[in-house]
């Protein structure tokens, strides 16, 4: 099992629509995470961080953490052909303070006009 | 330009060779790590600075790879005796403190023929 899963896709939504994006992971003790997103040949950019249970909403973006489910979601409100990128969940995991981050493979989005 | 800078952008070498790369974290950050990326994957750690303190390195890291960060500034990652499995993207991120949150750098594309 892999600490950090996603489903790789392609997700198509169309333009205007809420993209949803799940992830799962594995370590219980895990306490900070982390949405990237990342276009094609480019480095990820961090959007959204969360830290405990519940909803946290930064515009477009919702991020939603059930740790009892070991589950983050990203949900994107009004999607736009510019939100076509692979999007990347990242977990800290709890067993060390080391502060790196696990990632799951990514969700490649695509938003259709 | 404030962020997370790496040099350079891209580096063909051929099989055997040794290959050095350089990440400049934003400047108040005192933790700096090391990813590297294939593709159709995420970001896998390799290793981390808090200052110039090397805490942790994955078993990724081959004996021929080794990684410095002088003076708790920049940081250098070099591949010696590089093979074509070491071709990849080569990411740098930092952060303030093990918790917050972790910028990328643009990444250096390796390409070993």
């Known amino acids: 099992q892999k600490e950090v899963e996603q489903n790789s896709g392609p997700l198509s939504v169309p333009e205007g629509a809420i993209a949803s994006l799940n992830c799962t992971y594995s370590?219980?003790?895990?306490?900070?995470f982390f949405w990237y997103r990342q276009y094609s040949g480019k480095s990820p950019e961090l959007i959204m961080s969360i830290y405990s249970n519940g909803d946290k909403e930064d515009g477009r973006f919702t991020a939603q953490l059930n740790k009892a489910s070991q589950y983050v979601s990203l949900l994107i409100r009004d999607s736009q052909p510019s939100d076509s990128a692979t999007y990347l969940c990242a977990v800290n995991t709890g067993s060390s303070n080391t502060g790196k981050l696990i990632f799951g493979q990514g969700t490649t989005l695509q938003v259709k006009p | 330009d404030t962020g997370v800078s790496q040099d350079p952008r891209h580096k063909i070498t051929k099989r055997g060779q040794n290959v050095t790369f350089r990440c400049d974290p934003i400047s108040e950050h005192n933790r700096l790590y090391w990813y590297r990326q294939t593709l159709g994957q995420g970001p896998e750690f390799l290793t981390y600075f808090q200052n110039e303190a090397q805490l942790e390195k994955s078993r990724l890291l081959s004996d021929r790879f080794s990684a410095e960060r002088p003076k708790g500034s920049f940081s250098t990652l070099e591949i010696q005796r590089t093979e074509q499995g070491d071709s990849a993207m080569y990411l740098c991120a930092s952060s303030l403190g093990h918790r917050l949150r972790a910028f990328f750098g643009q990444g250096t594309r390796l390409t070993v023929v």
């Open positions: 370590d219980r003790g895990s306490q900070s």
